[in-house]
């Protein structure tokens, strides 16, 4: 449920983000590096992980891939909720989580807010023998901003009826899909996203 979101980012604050899907407003907590990521107005990419508890739902963001399996990981620890697991990864990297607990180095977990040495030791203690297993190397999701042209394309797009979020989710799309469009001049792009958009009609 709710494994990746996609949106254009409404407002940020600190470790909280409001993104805009579709005209819906979903508020997520971000680890440090995906809260790096966001600038008011431009499109985000993010994994995620809708959490439920006594009170209520919350919705935790990350860059990539790797972030989200460190945080699920050390949700596994009894007595580790999201809001703790998300402390530790807005103290420090998911790499340098992984490299702290393989190596039952406590202390570089205690960097984190809120995370004393005897959380920190159980931790270690639970996950040291497992932290490392399979584990995904991480992979950030594309955005339109990162594609050639991007803003010629949507402002293009924009000019015959499309909304600039409509423009930057199919660039998006055709990015994923075809593995590369760098090489793709803006009418090349401008033609593709015209005929995915006009599919959607």
């Known amino acids: 449920m709710l494994a990746k979101i996609r949106g254009v980012v ?19 907590q971000l680890t440090r590096k995906a809260s790096a990521n966001c600038s008011i107005g431009k499109e985000l990419g993010l994994f995620s992980h809708l959490q439920f508890s006594e009170a209520g739902a919350s ?21 580790i909720g999201g809001k703790m697991a998300l402390q530790i990864l807005q103290g420090i990297s998911a790499e340098e989580v992984v490299q702290a607990i393989s ?25 040291q023998e497992k932290m490392s297993l399979n584990l995904p190397r991480p992979v950030e999701l594309p955005t339109s901003s990162s594609i050639p042209n991007s803003s010629t394309v949507i402002d293009a797009l924009e000019s015959l009826g499309f909304s600039r979020q ?3 989710e199919v660039l998006s799309s055709l990015s994923r ?3 590369s469009i760098e090489g793709l001049g803006v009418e090349d792009l ?8 006009n599919r959607k009609v």
């Not at 401008?190 to 958009?197: C, N, P, Q, S, T």
């Open 103 to 127: 190596l039952g180095d406590y202390g570089s977990l205690t960097k984190a807010p809120g995370i004393g040495k005897k959380t920190a030791e159980r931790i270690c203690f639970e996950l």
């Open 59 to 79: 919705l935790f963001g990350f860059a990539d891939d790797l972030e989200k399996a460190v945080f699920l990981r050390l949700t596994s620890v009894k007595g």
């Open 190 to 197: 401008i033609m593709l996203a015209l005929k995915r958009l």
């Open 177 to 179: 899909e075809r593995g």
């Open 166 to 168: 409509e423009g930057s």
């Open 10 to 28: 409404a407002d940020i604050d600190n470790f909280k983000a409001i993104i805009d899907v579709w005209g819906l407003g979903f508020e997520i």
